[in-house]
């Protein structure tokens, strides 16, 4: 029996909770879908992540606007899969920044994943009529770049951590507050997404350098925000440990299907209950079993591949 495919079957409305981290701080999470925030400057905004369609990102502003009637300045997009960006034009940002990984990613395979995450999820997508286009960053940049708030309010940092979740992950640092956008490297009770990732090197330097920045509060991609030191800690040491456990499993399999059966296995006792676990299993080993055989980038997903990898692990 086959499984219904990745999240088509999860058309349930999601809980969206709207927390203010700090004065001037936001963060929007619904229970396993992406999260979102923005950062107050002196007399603009800063946005962190587009969501999937203009219209679900008008349905987020709309929310914001409760707090604030600054203007969006600076729309930061953390990486390039479709329901992290194809929202951006409700933003009407003076700039869009992403690191210089992201746009090539855009150019080499937005499209075939623009086509990929729509099957895949298609509840995020509201209204996908509203959808213009693939986003374009307006600024790209290689390891870091600086917003300076205004009005005392300090620095936002946007900093490049090494490959991990994609190979042109960002994170959004506000040290004043010790506040941490990470993005999709670091999932707070929500299974990880590894279908296009770099996995050595994100459970190892990429995570250690998040790790180091030594934040009190995280806003991971998906998840609860996590307070505190020790929830901050245990976040990264979630995501650090999904992986370890995967390049471990994988590692040991003499082949893709065995793979996946030892990876679910292992897995499913602490991360099964989570959201999107069995939506991203077949893709995140797919991914790893290339990456372990020499397979350095990886490859395009596209929504005919998606649907031979499920029917071949979700069996």
């Known amino acids: 029996m086959i499984k219904p495919f990745a999240s088509s079957a999860d058309l349930g409305e999601k809980r969206q909770s709207l927390e203010v981290l700090a004065e001037g701080v936001y963060a929007l999470t619904a229970e396993g879908d992406p999260n ?19 219209t679900a990102a008008g349905d987020w502003l709309a929310r914001l606007r409760e707090h604030t009637g600054k203007p969006v300045r600076y729309l930061v997009l953390s990486h390039y899969h479709a329901v992290r960006v194809l929202g951006a034009s409700a933003f009407g940002a003076d700039v869009v920044v992403a690191h210089d990984k992201t746009r090539e990613l855009i150019a080499e395979r937005g499209e075939q994943d623009w086509a990929s995450e729509y099957a895949r999820m298609p509840r995020l997508f509201k209204d996908p009529g509203s959808i213009p286009g693939l986003t374009w960053p307006t600024v790209t940049f290689s390891d870091t770049f600086t917003i300076d708030l205004g009005g005392g309010r300090g620095d936002l940092v946007l900093a490049h951590c090494g490959r991990g979740h994609t190979e042109g992950d960002l994170v959004a640092w506000l ?6 956008f990470a993005g999709d490297l670091v999932e707070s009770q929500a299974a990880l997404y590894t279908g296009d990732a770099f996995h050595r090197e994100w459970a190892s330097g990429t995570l250690d350098r998040v790790a180091s920045f030594g934040a009190e509060t995280l806003v991971g991609g998906r998840g609860a925000v996590a307070h505190g030191k020790a929830e901050v800690e245990a976040a990264i040491a979630q995501s650090r440990d999904f992986l370890t456990v995967m390049l471990r ?29 069995e939506h991203c299993l077949p893709f995140n080993v797919s991914r790893l079993w290339d990456e372990l055989h020499g397979v350095e980038r990886p490859r395009v997903w596209t929504a005919e591949r998606d649907r031979e990898v499920w029917d071949e692990l979700q069996s």
């Open 36 to 54: 979102v925030g923005a950062i107050e400057g002196e007399d603009f905004l800063v946005c962190f992540e587009a969501l999937a369609t203009p």
């Open 175 to 180: 040290p004043d507050r010790r506040i941490l």
């Open 249 to 277: 499993e994988v590692g040991a399999a003499s082949g893709l299907k065995e793979a996946f059966e030892r990876t679910h296995r292992a897995l499913r006792p602490r991360y099964g209950g989570w959201p999107i676990f």
